[in-house]
């Protein structure tokens, strides 16, 4: 089953068939919406909108920890998740797809481990996360938005594919680049976007830190399609809410038609080490954790303790 976390008109575009909604509850509390859980050809979806029906969480207030592991719960093994990002580079103009390889968190109100506060009380739990999206899953998305909207599948990762391609819908796409996390809900100053910039990070975002470090906690593979909505600020001129929406719906479409591509080509089998992500990373000896905390947390430590 894959997972998926976006905007409600993706949800709608990709008309699973028999589709039910679950209602999961979690040791983390409720997520953003009841699940909506459905098959595209062969392949189980569990789509969450993130930031809930009707958009009511901000980027800081997504009960990411409820989200993740809701999808755990009902057997999702890989997430896919959309964004709408800030664009850093002049070479990704708005309505680009990016799949993004690299993320630098800049979040400081977030709670981004499922091992901390009471939930995760006396357990401790150091994950790696060098590479913070599924490298083959990252790899695969990249692929298909590739092929889905331009018929190139040769770009290299960081360059986009040139804008001559002759794709359905003549969308530009790129494979790799850093996602830098803002907290938000404001864009970013000027002065932020510059410096940005000047360490190299190519999109700006507000929701993959937590998401993406509680998906590999939760051993799941994790990536991303990243829509451009806009030129963030540093492009001498402000970002307006209308301009975003209208590319984000732009975007809408391209993300639908590059994940159903990714969904209908992905191969059964996970080939990347993120099922046995905590394999080893729990530091506190089994005996010494609280009993309370390891039946809260058996979806996922159960298999190590
Ligand atoms: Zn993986």
Redesign the pocket.
Known sequence: MIGLFGGSGIYEALDLEGVREEQVQTPFGDPSAPLSIGFLGETEIAFLPRHGRDHQFSPTDVPYRANVHALKQVGAT?IVSSNAVGSLREDLPPRTIVVPDRIFDRTSKRTSSFFEGEAGEGIVVHTGFADPY????TEHLAEAASDALTGNSDAEAGESTDDSADGAEGTETAAGGTYVCIEGPQFSTRAESDFYRAQGFDLVGMTAIPEAKLAREAE???ATLAGVTDYDVWHDREVSLEEVLENAAANRESITAALRRAIETLPEE?D????HAIAGAINTPAEAIPAETRDRLSVLVGDYL
């Not at 599924?134 to 899953?137: G, Q, T």
């Open positions: 890989r599924c490298p083959h899953l799941l593979c994790y996970r990347c080490d993120c099922e």
